[in-house]
């Protein structure tokens, strides 16, 4: 293949901002990778422009595994979360322009496809229960066969997963400091039974349903928790606690059936390695963008495929489409996959990234455009500047700081 001649970070915020690499071959072929890191924008950004972009010009552009060597074991100071998304961008860039090289979908360079689409779930979520079912009832007429499920609780202003809007969640405000949110783990679990049991009593046993507990719990907590609802057959009860402690899991796994799913601020193998290869999780949920691109996130799927672990990788709207297409294109060609997270974009975002990926019958298709189908409109891109927003923190009543 040609040289890589070209290397450009676009900022973006069509409604929440994004970071987006453009590579640019000599003979006029381009890719494009996501960038983003909710909150820590402009931190990627100035990686990828001072530190990686000049690395990039004259290489091979058909040397995917090597530019990723280079990029990673090439660095002394390497994973981290800035890193590993910038790594992502340069990644998933070449997969598109090695597709558009061969004239070929992505999903076929990485083995064709194993299924005839990627099933998704959507996030349903309501201030109460009456409007929580309300929203899980627009997600079933628009055809999903399966949704998270998320719900206010009683004397909280703000419970992570209620959206401010319908069919997305965007939780990142601007301002000069964070907002901060009233936490009670008690008041919390004093309720979600209860949710979950009236979900499952409106939608009967076909609905898969999911719920994130947001990395909020100890282990003890997340143990009683995952016990208590095993009668509701979740999908999947995601981040019930932080996990940088790995061996918790173990605690968890010993006291509950409820399936595991974690992941989705880990970005390398090495966050999971423990996880997949003990059989405490049931999902990895890692991201295309976060995780090193296609190229690691198919070693973690292949790790996780030996240990019966499947895929549920993270796909919310702080990510573009860029990044959603690159993981539906894994998803398809992967033999382990579980679920895909779909939010919907909003219409401004769509209209920045033009994509040829589409929802069926609770599925998205990932089209068979050569790449990864994904177009960035740089014109209507500009008219977008960055816009500094950032994540919630969270206190307990006492002023404790708490995870978020």
Avoid at 103 to 125: D, F, I, K, N
Wanted: proline share 5%; aromatic share 8%.
């Amino acid at each position: 293949m040609s040289r890589l001649a070209e290397a450009r970070v676009i900022v973006t915020c069509p409604g929440r901002n994004f970071v987006t690499l453009k590579l640019t071959t000599e003979d006029g072929l381009t890719g494009l990778g996501d960038a983003t890191l909710n909150g820590r924008e402009l931190a990627v950004a100035a990686y990828l422009t001072e530190h990686v972009c000049p690395l990039l010009i004259g290489r091979d552009a058909g040397a995917i595994e090597d530019t990723w060597r280079y990029l990673y074991n090439g660095a002394y100071w390497r994973r981290g979360p800035v890193t590993m998304s910038a790594i992502a961008a340069v990644d998933t860039a070449l997969w598109d322009i090695k597709g558009k090289a061969a004239e070929m979908p992505v999903y076929e360079l990485l083995g064709g496809r194993c299924r005839a689409g990627v099933t998704v779930y959507g996030h349903a979520s309501g201030a109460t229960v009456d409007r929580l079912l309300e929203a899980v009832g627009r997600y079933v007429e628009l055809g999903y066969r399966a949704v998270r499920v998320q719900c206010g609780v009683p004397g909280l202003a703000a419970a992570y997963g209620v959206g401010r809007g319908e069919l997305f969640y965007e939780p990142a405000e601007g301002g000069a400091r964070p907002r901060e949110e009233l936490w009670s783990t008690a008041a919390y679990l004093s309720t979600v039974d209860e949710v979950l049991g009236a979900v499952r009593e409106r939608f009967g046993p076909e609905l898969e349903l999911l719920h994130d507990a947001h990395h909020r719990l100890t282990p003890i907590e997340a143990a009683r928790l995952g016990k208590t609802v095993e009668r509701h057959r979740l999908f999947w009860l995601e981040d019930p606690t932080p996990a940088e402690l790995q061996s918790t899991l173990r605690t968890i796994r010993a006291h509950t059936t409820t399936p595991l799913a974690v992941g989705e601020v880990f970005n390398s193998i090495w966050d999971c390695e423990q996880l997949i290869r003990e059989q405490l999780i049931d999902f990895i949920r890692m991201s295309v963008a976060h995780s090193g691109g296609i190229t690691h996130l198919r070693r973690v799927l292949h790790l996780a495929e030996l240990h019966r672990v499947r895929s549920g990788f993270h796909g919310a709207t702080d990510l573009s489409p860029v990044c959603l297409a690159a993981a539906l294109h894994l998803d398809l060609a992967i033999p382990n996959f579980g679920l895909q997270e779909y939010m919907h974009h909003t219409p401004e975002t769509d209209a920045v990234f033009p994509h040829s990926y589409a929802f069926r019958d609770g599925m998205l298709h990932p089209g068979e455009e050569p790449g990864l189908g994904v177009i960035l409109d740089e014109d209507l891109a500009a008219r977008h500047p960055y816009e500094p927003a950032l994540l919630p923190v969270a206190r307990l009543a006492d002023g404790t700081m708490h995870d978020w």
